[in-house]
């Protein structure tokens, strides 16, 4: 197993790959930035396309210590099926559970081609020994996960020692080989813009296929400026090296009216590239009916009672 | 065989996403056929007898006839306000001259769709901006100077501050609305009445403000408004009124003031600009990227205090040129009424002309342009975001102002060359510093020679904040405390130490 560079505590960000500069964020820029691009008006077709787009790209979540076999295969069938009345609704992109269930989820979307995601690394905080959370990551994979998504340490983030979550995370990509690798910051616990650009640089720098805005326990999460700050990130690192990270921005996103916000964000920000499911997920768990709603609407221009739209 | 073959475990990226068009509907606005001019709280038909016909920039659609006042409309104007003057307006209760703004203030709120839908379709502009900015900051100057209008004593301690009388304003037509806000609303707090001249081409909104007016019940008089072109205005100077107020180009400016000269009438000249938005090498750079689109296509950079002239650190030059240029591919240019529009119509042909002359002299100077691919339409007047790079200080594009969409690059090396380029103009209006680091920011600040001083942000308002320019940008300033003052005078002695 290849180690990862040995880097001081303090270190800024290693040279290799190449990345942009640092750089800072300007809070009260990027706020108004964001919210300038949440006013764009996406009607008919335009939307559609968009609620269309938000359904292969959700990530279905269900992150609950009550969670059960029955309720994760209630959410496989929903993950597979959005919508039985309607066949044209596609499958969405994953479902994302705890590693216990994994297995479950697996058997339950089959061959579908949803795909299982599994959170690890001592989610949602971190903050166990690194052998037992990259312990943690091969066990999920051996356990017929598709997906990892793992958390950073933000402890030894805001203590400033960035050098042990590189490295935590590196060693966690390579214990999972070619098993997709989505890095979750928890934006909510890093307490600046500055901060979520760096720690995005950070892990994609060592070696993350996605970043991810938070693990969904904390009430702060996927703001339209935290992830417009991400996506530039994204962006200086395929200007860069060529590159391309995907984004996932989850919690928070519970409405189809936010989800075309953040798509309009992603758009206007790396360009039609990224408008997949290959480089873009939602984070989920009550998103999907409501844009399940909205597609009906604008197919049949009526609101339907959310009795007709199934809670899993 | 395209990528997507190659990699059948990939998605397909899908090849376009267009937002269909959003127009906000032009159903609220009820224009008349023909205008008259509003004097003595009436509209009346003009002395002149001429008219001429004002249209909507984007389709070059006739939308009204308008009046082309002469100098007996303007003389009758005169009089009227000074009449409303002595009859009462100058010795009410300045908490009743309160009242009317405060009044005035709410029904341009309550009637903010009606006044931004007229005032893109008058001026072009998208009414993505007419609605979230030129409206909104209209009504909050009336709301800002009502609450003058009784502390006029605490604002000018031991001055004795009493109104000049009859202000004569011109103003000019980037900002129709928001412009007649700046003007009227300290001149009313102050106790004056007004005679005010829209720019030639964008009457509309201050024709529909004659309604807000009457719905105020402001008394007759206090406000009239007559439309024309610059001849109406130089009627104007040159009427009895007691002080001009005037924005719009250095070359009319400098007219006013040589026929004012010797005349007693006070004067204020808000000009041209041809700002500098200087980018340091450690600032926030796509944050910076957006200040830049905003400081320069806001308002097709029909902009005063537009930020036409980037001086950029050459350090930062190549990444931020690559940014900016990707930013402008997503610049959304076409109908102003549409809600999704990012910069719209120039505002005239002889503007659009003059855009082009100039833009045509960079070419020919040796600047090298760039224009992101746009479909423009085709009635109407339009012109693409334009960025010029390898500009030299000498060059045309660096010291006229263009007043269009049309951005001039230099660089610089050091805070001390920033600041010689930046001064190196005879405007002297606005500047941008963008910087993460704050005693730069104050060091900048101290030795611009700039009215107005944006840190990390850019074309940024408030009315408690006073505008205004240096050098041959003008004299006097508009909001804040300062924007009473040209239009008091002071008969009290300034008192030492209260």
């Known amino acids: ?312 | 065989m395209s990528e997507i073959e190659q990699r059948p475990d990939r998605t397909p990226v899908p090849s376009k996403w267009e937002y269909e068009s959003a127009p906000e509907s032009r159903e609220i606005v009820t224009l008349e056929e023909r205008y008259g001019v509003f004097v003595g709280g009436e509209f009346v038909e003009p002395r002149s007898g001429e008219y001429y016909t004002t249209l909507d920039p984007s389709s070059e659609e006739s939308l009204a006839e308008i009046p082309q006042a002469g100098a007996e409309d303007v003389a009758l104007a005169v009089s009227a306000a000074r009449e409303a003057f002595e009859d009462g307006w100058s010795a009410a209760a300045p908490a009743e001259r309160a009242k009317y703004l405060y009044r005035i203030a709410r029904i341009l709120q309550e009637r903010s769709r009606e006044f931004a839908v007229l005032e893109s379709l008058n001026g072009g502009k998208p009414i993505r901006e007419s609605r979230d900015v030129d409206l909104p900051l209209a009504a909050a100057h009336f709301f800002y100077y009502a609450g003058w209008a009784d502390k006029l004593e605490y604002a000018f301690p031991h001055r004795r501050p009493t109104p000049l009388g009859v202000a004569g304003q011109i103003i000019p037509w980037n900002f129709p609305l928001l412009m007649l806000a700046w003007k009227i609303a300290p001149a009313l707090a102050a106790g004056n009445t007004v005679v005010l001249k829209p720019a030639e081409t964008t009457p509309l909104s201050a024709l529909l403000f004659c309604d807000v007016l009457r719905q105020a019940e402001l008394p007759p008089g206090v406000v009239n408004i007559i439309t024309g072109d610059g001849r109406t205005g130089a009627a104007l100077v040159k009427a009895e009124v007691d002080k001009i107020a005037f924005t719009g180009s250095t070359e009319v400016g400098k007219a006013i003031q040589r026929e004012l000269a010797g005349t007693g009438k006070k004067l204020t000249l808000e000009l041209g600009g041809k700002a500098a938005n200087i980018i340091f090498d450690d600032c926030a750079l796509d944050q910076a990227v957006e200040g830049i689109v905003n400081g320069i296509y806001f308002n097709q950079g029909h902009v005063c205090c537009a930020g036409s002239r980037l001086l950029v650190q050459e350090s930062i030059y190549e990444p931020l040129i690559e940014k900016l240029k990707r930013r402008l591919t997503t610049l959304r240019v076409g109908d102003p009424l549409d809600k999704n529009t990012d910069v719209g119509a120039i505002n005239s042909r002889q503007q659009l002309e003059k855009i082009q002359e100039l833009v045509a002299a960079g070419k020919e100077e040796g600047a090298e342009i760039y224009q992101p691919p746009c479909r423009l339409p085709e009635k109407g007047y339009w012109f693409v975001p334009t960025v010029f790079t390898n500009v030299a200080q000498s060059y045309r594009i660096a010291q006229e102002e263009i007043f269009g969409p049309v951005l001039s690059v230099l660089t610089f090396r050091t805070p001390d060359e920033a600041v010689e380029k930046a001064n190196n103009t005879p405007y002297g209006l606005s500047a941008g510093v963008w910087t993460e680091k704050g005693s730069r920011i104050l060091w900048m600040a101290q030795r611009l020679e700039a009215g107005v001083i944006w840190a990390n942000t850019y074309n940024r308002f408030d009315p408690a904040s006073p505008f205004g320019g240096y050098k041959e940008s003008g004299f006097g300033r508009e909001g804040g405390r300062h924007g009473l003052e040209p239009y008091l005078d002071f008969d009290g002695a300034e008192a030492s130490g209260g």
């Not at chain 1, 930035?33 to 335009?46: P, Q, V």
């Not at chain 1, 999460?221 to 391309?244: C, H, N, Y």
């Not at chain 1, 999907?288 to 009672?305: A, C, F, H, P, W």
Request: glycine share 8%; net charge neutral.
């Open chain 1, 1 to 312: 197993m290849a180690q990862a560079p040995a880097l001081p505590t303090g270190f800024e960000l290693p040279l290799e790959p190449r990345l942009p500069r640092i750089g800072s964020v300007d809070q009260v820029a990027v706020e108004a930035r964001a919210a300038d691009l949440s006013r764009r008006s996406i009607k008919r077709e335009a939307k559609l396309f968009a609620l269309d787009l938000a359904v292969r790209m959700m990530d279905l979540t269900t992150l609950e210590g009550a969670d059960t076999p029955g309720k994760v295969a209630a959410l496989a069938s929903k993950a597979i099926r959005p919508d039985p009345s309607d066949a044209s609704i596609p499958s969405v992109a994953a479902v994302c559970v705890y590693p216990n269930l994994v297995q479950t989820a697996r058997e339950r979307v089959g061959d579908s081609g949803v795909k299982v995601a599994s959170v690890a690394t001592a989610f949602p905080s971190g903050q166990s020994p690194t052998d037992l959370k990259v312990a943690e990551a091969r066990r999920v994979v051996e356990l017929g996960a598709d997906e990892v998504d793992m958390v950073i340490d933000r402890g030894a983030f805001l203590a400033g020692r960035y050098a042990k979550v590189y490295d935590e995370i590196v060693q966690v990509k390579e214990a999972i080989g070619e098993t997709h690798l989505k890095v979750i910051l928890e934006v909510g616990e890093l307490g600046t813009y500055d901060n979520v650009r760096r720690a995005s640089l950070l892990a994609i720098a060592a070696g993350a296929d996605f970043i991810k805005t938070s693990t969904g326990k904390l009430s702060s999460s996927a703001t339209l400026p935290v992830t417009l700050v991400m996506l530039e990130a994204i962006r200086d690192v395929f200007e860069e090296t060529g590159r391309r990270v995907g984004m996932k921005p989850a919690g928070g996103i519970r409405n189809a009216k936010q989800a075309v916000q953040t798509l309009v964000l992603v758009h206007e920000t790396l360009g039609l590239d990224w408008l997949t499911p290959d480089l873009f997920r939602f984070g989920a768990s009550s998103l999907l009916n409501d844009v399940l709603m909205q597609i009906r609407k604008e197919k049949t221009g009526r609101y339907q009672s959310s009795d007709y739209f199934t809670i899993d």
